[in-house]
Each structure stands twice: as C-alpha cells, then as structure tokens.
C-alpha cells in the first residue's frame, strides 16, 4: 500500500438526469483509518461512493484517491456456477503461477503474478478468518464450483475479493447486511485489521462504534447536502448530536417567544398610531389651531408613525428571521402514525400450519439463526401453505412494486376500493406527504422503499392479518428502523420476522423466539 494519508473531494457537484441536484460544491477529506458515512436515507451515502468509483461523474469539481481503490457496493450478486478463483479475481493469476511451477511458463506469466507467490494461502486463510472455510479449506478447493449462497455468504465472498487486492482505499457500503452475529464479528475483524483510507456507509450501530471518525451527510431544507465530520466513533457523533439538538429546541422556544412578543409590539404601536391619527383628524375638524401649525403636526405625526411602524415591522422580520434559523437547526423527526384495526387477529384464532410449526392467535414470531440456516426457506413455505388468514410477504430485495410507477399507484393497485383521496391520506402516515406520494419508486432510497413496501401490504385489500418480513431492517438508517418498528407497534394481526438485528427484534416484543 501506498503512504498517502487521505481521499480528498474539492467542490463536487452533481445533478440527476431530471435536473434535481444531489450535491452541491462539496468538499471533504477522508483521512487513513476508518469512517463511517452515516445520514437519513435518500441523502445520497451510495450515490457519493458511486461517484468516488466512477460509477456516476459529477458534473464538476475533483476527487482525488490515494492509490488503489476497492468498493464493496451493498447490493452484491454473485452468479451461481462459478468457480471460486473467478469470483475472487484469481483465476488468471493462479493459472500463471501453476505454469511456473510446472515449468511451461512465459515472461508475461511472471509479470501476472509479481509478487504475489503466496495468493492461494492468502486466499484460503482470509476466507477461513472471514467463516467460509466450508466453501474452501485449502487451495485446491480454489476450483471449486459454487451453488446458491446465502446472502451473507454471498457478502463475505465479495468482502474477501476486496481485501485479497489490498487496496489503499476501500468502500464498503452496507456491509453488515444479511450477516448472522458471528459474521458481523468475523466482519468487524477484518475491518479493524484494514490499514488504509476506509469509508464505511452503515446503520448497524456496533459497527460505527468501531469508526475512527464519523461524517454526516444531512440534506438541509431547500438547500444542498452537506457534510460534516465527527472525530470519535458513534456513540460520541450522537452526543454531539444530541447536545446541540437540545440547544436548538430551547433556541426555538425563544425564538417562537420573541415572534409573539414582538407580533404582539406591532399590534400594539398600529393602535397607538391608528389613535394618534384619530386625535389629529378631531382637532382638523374643530379647527382649534391655525391651519398652517395643524399642517405641521399632521406631518410631523405621519413620520412619526412611519418609523415606528417601520422599526417594528423590523423587529418581527428580523424575529421570524431568527426562528427560521432556530427550525433548520432542528432536525426533522417525523413519525409514523398508522391505526390498522382491520388486521385484528383474535386469540385462539389458528392463522397457518406448516411442518411442525403452527401460528395461533396474534403471535409475534423472531425467527433468528447462522446465514444459510433456512429462515427465508421458512417464510417462503409459510407464503406458499396458503394461510387461514388474509397474508402478505415482503422479501429481502423489497421487490413488491411496479417500479415504472409511483408510490400512490402502487398502492392503489393492491387497494381498489380506496379513492384518491383517502389512498393519500394514508400514505402520509407513512410520511409521503403531497408531492412525495407521487415519486417514481425507482427514484427511492433504501429507507423509503421500505416505508413505502409497507404501505403498499399494510394498505392492501383485505387487510393483511398475517406479515412475514425477511430482514426488514437492511439499508435501513437508524431513524426509519425507528419508523419500521412503530409501524409494526400499530399493527394487531401475527408477526414472523427473520432478522439478524436483535435490538430491532427485541422492540417488537416477540411472543416467541424461534432459532434455526
């Protein structure tokens, strides 16, 4: 690796295709050790490591990388039927070392290997220190054609290609999602041994205590996206947080007070004024005082009340002025707020039988064990059985949806009683409120594809009185885990959630756990 200390970003700008900016004269610095990239979803953590790769070009501005550059992108597929050397980018290289080792070698043979004599020991040690010794326990198991993975297999897999390159940067964007516990250990390991400029886009919250910094990409209302940089892990960025958030709520209030005070100052000098006037145009009328002096008081009088209309109209200008800086301070919290009496399952009411499992009543089911175990297996025959109850499943990939249309004719297609109005006025419990009802599902992060699948199957007619959610939490970000988690607070019917994210399961309440 190369001694160059940090990726550098000078005045990035980018813009979609429909004129919509993503970033705006962005500047950052990634020092060498690790960081995690942390923001609400839809904030652009992916689209910014897509541009650091070279996957998307910014309309202008520079990003500078400090030798080799890895990227770990979080929607890794790895094609069944291949040999394990090609998805680790060794074939090449292995099939040059075997033709010097045989002697039938060439020069281009030796320039292909380099240094890298040991590459299959290499290979084998950091696939077995990552858990995926069963796929290979020694060299020559390098050949070896592969089936289906799971999906943290599938993960690791790629994880392994990225490290055996040893590059000077690394990206890793969700990498966490899909891994059992012992996986996200193995995981956190290779992580901690990696000594270059990594980036790590993550909402598992043990990861990103395991940062050296944090940087926070925040999209500011009716302006760009910003970032900002945290020295210290997590827990430390969130105290940070925490602490200034305080402050803002109580700068708030005073700003609301001082609006009123001096709203209610303004009300108060116009009648002063409005009375003045009423006194001058009483004593024009009666003619008390020659017309020349009346002339004068009466301009005198207008001036008067013109600045001291002018200087509180200031005032409150300047007050709202003020409470618009104390709102942006202020993050946005919304929350989930749904009431879903329709999907009442009673107890003792039987809701499905499969093999030796049965459902009875509004259980809540965790369903938890190793990458591979059959969880999703599970819910798949649960889907299949054809339950006694209205069901609906959301798988992994959130693939529920006509992509080509928006979040409202989605929904509209699964709830065809509903109008307009009312399919709507759900949707903004599941905060896609106005204009947000009407993007393109495509378009959306993470985050909001999950919030807007849930709609789509909570919404749907008949009401679903059985879910069953196959790791729900994936590209999550803390606040819509958050959002997910009330959502399922509301819902009444039976739950199965396979989830590797313990604290997540734990919130739900789980009748039983299941392990496999």
Do not use: C
């Amino acid at each position: 690796m190369s001694t160059s200390p940090s990726l550098s970003i000078s005045g990035l700008h980018f813009t979609w295709p429909d004129g919509s900016p993503a970033f705006d004269n962005l500047d950052a610095v990634f020092p060498t050790g690790a960081t995690g990239l942390v923001g609400s979803n839809g904030t652009g953590k992916s689209t910014l490591l897509k541009l650091v790769v070279g996957e998307l070009s910014p309309t202008r501005g520079s990003i500078t990388i400090p030798g080799t550059l890895g990227y770990l992108p979080q929607d890794v597929a790895l094609r069944p039927g291949r040999r394990v050397d090609e998805i680790l980018r060794l074939r090449e290289l292995r099939e040059s070392l075997h033709r010097i080792e045989s002697g039938r070698s060439t020069e281009s043979d030796f320039a292909t290997v380099g240094t890298q004599w040991d590459v299959e020991e290499r290979a084998v040690a950091l696939l077995d220190k990552l858990g995926l010794g069963n796929l290979v326990a020694e060299p020559a198991d390098l050949d070896r054609v592969l089936g289906t993975l799971s999906g943290g297999e599938t993960m690791l897999l790629a994880l392994t290609t990225e490290l055996l390159a040893e590059p000077d940067v690394l990206l890793l964007d969700e990498p966490t999602n899909n891994l059992d516990l012992h996986a996200r250990a193995r995981l956190y390991q290779a992580i901690d041994a990696f000594r270059g400029v990594l980036i790590v886009t993550s909402h598992d919250r043990e990861l990103l205590d395991a940062m050296d910094n944090i940087a926070e990409l925040r999209a500011h209302r009716d302006g760009p996206t910003r970032l900002r940089m945290f020295g210290g892990n997590y827990t430390h960025y969130r105290a940070i947080i925490d602490a200034e958030q305080e402050a803002a709520r109580a700068a708030l209030n005073d700003a609301k007070n001082d609006v009123r005070k001096q709203e209610r100052e303004l009300v108060e000098a116009r009648t002063k004024i409005d009375r003045r006037a009423r006194y001058g145009n009483k004593m024009n009328e009666q003619k008390r005082e020659p017309k020349i002096i009346m002339g004068k008081r009466k301009r005198a009088a207008q001036v008067s009340a013109g600045k001291l209309r002018n200087t509180h109209l200031e005032k409150v200008d300047d007050a709202h002025d003020v409470l618009a800086a104390a709102e942006e301070r202020l993050r946005d919290d919304r929350e989930i707020r749904v009431a879903l009496p329709a999907t009442k399952v009673h107890e003792g009411q039987t809701v499905v039988r499969v093999e030796d499992l049965e459902i009875v009543g509004p259980e809540r089911i965790a369903l938890i064990g190793p990458n591979g175990s059959g969880k999703t297996t599970l819910l798949g025959k649960i889907d299949a059985s054809g339950p006694a109850v209205p069901w609906r499943y959301l798988p992994q990939r959130l693939d529920v949806f006509d992509e080509s249309r928006t979040v409202a004719e989605n929904v509209a297609d699964v709830a065809e009683t509903a109008s307009n109005e009312q399919i709507r006025a759900q949707l903004a419990r599941f905060l896609f409120r106005g204009a947000d009802a009407d993007a393109v599902v495509s378009t959306l992060s993470g985050g909001e594809r999950l919030r807007a699948a849930l709609a789509r199957i909570l919404l749907a007619e008949p009401a679903p009185r059985l879910l069953l959610l196959d790791e729900p939490t994936n590209n999550l970000d803390l606040v819509s885990k958050a959002h997910l988690t009330e959502a399922l607070s509301s819902y009444e019917g039976a739950l199965v959630v396979a989830s590797h994210d313990l604290p997540f399961l734990r919130e739900l309440h789980p009748t039983r756990w299941i392990e496999l």
